[in-house]
C-alpha cells in the first residue's frame, strides 16, 4: 500500500503543481473560460500548489501528506459543484471528477496507514 500511497502522492501533486500553477500565472485565461474573478482564480491556483506541496511534504511528515489529500479534496468537490452549475461538467468537469477520486483515495489511504509520527517511511505495510 505504501507504494500505491507513494504514487498517486506524486501523480496529484504534479497534476496540482501544474493546474495551480496555471491559475496563478495564467490567471485570465480561467477568468475568461469560467467567469470567476481573477482574486478568486489566484486564491484556487495557491491553494491548489499548497496542496500540490503538502502531499510531497506527506513523505516526511505523515498528517500533512493526509491533510494535504483531504484539503485537496474538498477543493475539488467545490470545482465538480460549479461544472455542475455551470452544466459543463461532461466538458470542464470530469478533470475535477477523477481528481475528486484519487486526492479522496490518497486521503483514505493516509488515514488507514495512521497519521501519527513524523517519518512516512516508518510506516510499515
Do not use: C, Y
Not at 81 to 110: E, M, S
Amino acid at each position: 500500500m505504501r507504494i500505491v500511497l507513494g504514487v498517486l502522492s506524486v501523480v496529484l501533486a504534479l497534476a496540482f503543481l501544474a493546474i495551480g500553477g496555471m491559475k496563478i500565472f495564467n490567471t485570465q485565461v480561467f477568468v475568461a473560460q469560467l467567469g470567476l474573478p481573477s482574486a478568486m482564480v489566484v486564491v484556487i491556483g495557491v491553494l491548489e500548489v499548497a496542496g500540490a506541496l503538502g502531499l510531497l511534504a506527506g513523505f516526511r511528515i505523515r498528517i500533512l501528506g493526509a491533510l494535504a489529500a483531504l484539503g485537496l479534496a474538498v477543493l475539488l468537490v467545490g470545482a465538480v459543484g460549479f461544472h455542475v452549475l455551470q452544466g459543463d461538467l461532461l466538458v470542464n468537469g470530469l478533470l475535477p471528477v477523477v481528481l475528486l477520486v484519487l486526492a479522496a483515495a490518497t486521503a483514505v489511504l493516509h488515514f488507514r496507514q495512521g497519521v501519527r509520527g513524523g517519518s512516512a517511511a516508518a510506516v510499515a505495510d
